[in-house]
């Protein structure tokens, strides 16, 4: 009997289908890994569209906000209060105000205020801050975060009266220029729709730009400073009162002499607000 020979081509046909049966199920994974990816990617974009939503919102009531801190002075062009219904009047008038009866608004602590929510979503509450600005040591060189003492001077029989009154003035001068930078407020807005949520958090410095006087050792008595003046060789600073009755302080007398800024409830004086940080 003759012996049978190799076929190739029936070899390359074994072959063939070896491999064709390995391309189809490469396939078929294949095509049930693009098929899960669709589906996820379906469904992170039916996540991100609610994300998104509450993202926007969120950013565009604090840049409303933001807007009016920025745009808000306190005063009028007569020099009344700018009683506008911002948020910038609201913190300038009444957040910020130390010991006044109507600021039920007490230091360091967070207040959320819930706000009629805008169309499509389900919830929008606003939250305040205030914190003692860390630039309130750069204008108020000797302050204390209890009172409203801008610096204490001990005035005695050596103190030259003359330097001391160019340096109150020139203190006075810079205040009233610039301002008293005593507050940072955070601003955050939440917004919440479908479960989702998103709070944007900006932080503002307040200026206030209040009027200066003075006190005397431990007595409530406020003074304004006039002037520098002499008596023969005896040299004096010069106050005055709301009546204008004259204070004379030569330094005969010890006495300490307290710059202090005007913060009580009903007191009215300009402001600004400078954005620091944002986390949007």
Known sequence: MPQKRNDPLH????????LVLCLGALFVALAAALVYAASLMLSNADRQLPEQDVYELAASFSDVLEQELLHYTGLNADGTANNDGSLGYFINNTYVRKGGIKNVYGEDTDHTFTLQAPAGADE???T????????YGETADESTSDSNILI??????NTD???????MKSREQ??????????????TVKVTKDGESYAVTRKYRHTGK???YYTMDDTAAQWTFDSYQKDGETGYLLFTNAASVPQRINGKNPVTLHMRYHIEDGAVY???FTRITSND
């Open 152 to 157: 204490s001077y001990d005035i005695a029989s």
């Open 270 to 272: 300009g402001c600004t």
């Open 124 to 126: 929008l509450t606003v």
């Open 210 to 212: 209040y009027r200066i």
């Open 128 to 135: 305040l801050r205030k914190t003692l600005s860390e630039a």
């Open 11 to 18: 070899g390359q046909q074994g072959f063939a289908m070896i």
């Open 174 to 187: 810079s205040y009233e220029k610039n301002g008293l930078a005593d507050y940072d407020i955070t601003v």
């Open 161 to 167: 009266l003359q330097n001391l009154s160019e340096v």
